[in-house]
T-cell receptor, first 117, second 117 residues
Framework: DAGVTQSPTHLIKTRGQQVTLRCSPK?????VSWYQQALGQGPQFIFQ???????QRGNFPDRFSGHQFPNYSSELNVNALLLGDSALYLC????????????????FGPGTRLTVL | AQSVTQPDIHITVSEGASLELRCNYS??????LFWYVQSPGQGLQLLLK??????LVQGIKGFEAEFKRSQSSFNLRKPSVHWSDAAEYFC???????????????FGQGTILTVHP
């Protein structure tokens, strides 16, 4: 059973460029969340996708956008890259948005290391 | 708004010694609480979680954590540390079902654990 996979592993871009990161959820999962982890910090929630719609969003500018495809895979797009966007980008998948009495565990991928020069 | 504080940035223990990593959270209702571990270059692995019920929860790799509502704490413990436990540990709080922040994890800054032989 494949876990959460992310591509690419590493990426180097220059300021002002645009980048697309990709995530395939764990088998059976339909919800994808994205997190940004700057060096020495804990992960910060960017947004979550379910049924191809953005359901929750953290405190990130509109330069950060995403998409979820019918096969539940997801992309994270960042436009007009800044030096401060350098970070490890983590994708997490889970099953559904759950009901009133449960919380579906999020499984994390290994991340994409983005360096902006 | 939910928040998590991990007061200790770096902890060093000897192999075989006991361990306690501190976590304090801020959340308006009953929180969902988690501890994750991250090894260098790796994604996050869930150690244990608290949703409700027994306030002492057992996790993988011999870890346990105790939820103390009166202290807003969820400290992680292990009676005897192994060299392979060296990693970074993150405490996280998740919004409760039906709430506006459901599905979003808020992480602390992390505690780096070094284990001396």
């Amino acid at each position: 059973d494949a876990g959460v996979t992310q591509s690419p592993t590493h990426l180097i871009k220059t300021r002002g460029q645009q980048v697309t990161l990709r995530c395939s959820p764990k088998s059976g999962h339909d919800t994808v969340s994205w997190y940004q982890q700057a060096l020495g910090q804990g992960p910060q929630f960017i947004f979550q996708y379910y049924e191809e719609e953005e359901r929750q969003r953290g405190n990130f500018p509109d330069r950060f956008s995403g998409h979820q495809f019918p096969n539940y895979s997801s992309e994270l797009n960042v436009n007009a890259l800044l030096l401060g966007d350098s970070a490890l980008y983590l994708c997490a998948s889970s099953w559904g948005l759950a009901g009133e009495s449960s919380y579906n565990e999020q499984f994390f991928g290994p991340g994409t290391r983005l360096t902006v020069l | 708004a939910q928040s998590v504080t991990q007061p200790d940035i770096h902890i060093t223990v000897s192999e075989g010694a006991s361990l306690e990593l501190r976590c304090n959270y801020s959340y308006g209702a009953t929180p969902y609480l988690f501890w994750y571990v991250q090894s260098p270059g790796q994604g996050l692995q869930l150690l244990l979680k608290y949703f409700s019920g027994d306030t002492l929860v057992q996790g993988i790799k011999g870890f346990e954590a105790e939820f103390k509502r009166s202290q807003s704490s969820f400290n992680l413990r292990k009676p005897s540390v192994h060299w392979s436990d060296a990693a970074e540990y993150f405490c996280a709080v998740g919004g409760s079902a039906g709430g506006t922040s459901y599905g979003k994890l808020t992480f602390g800054q992390g505690t780096i654990l070094t284990v001396h032989p």
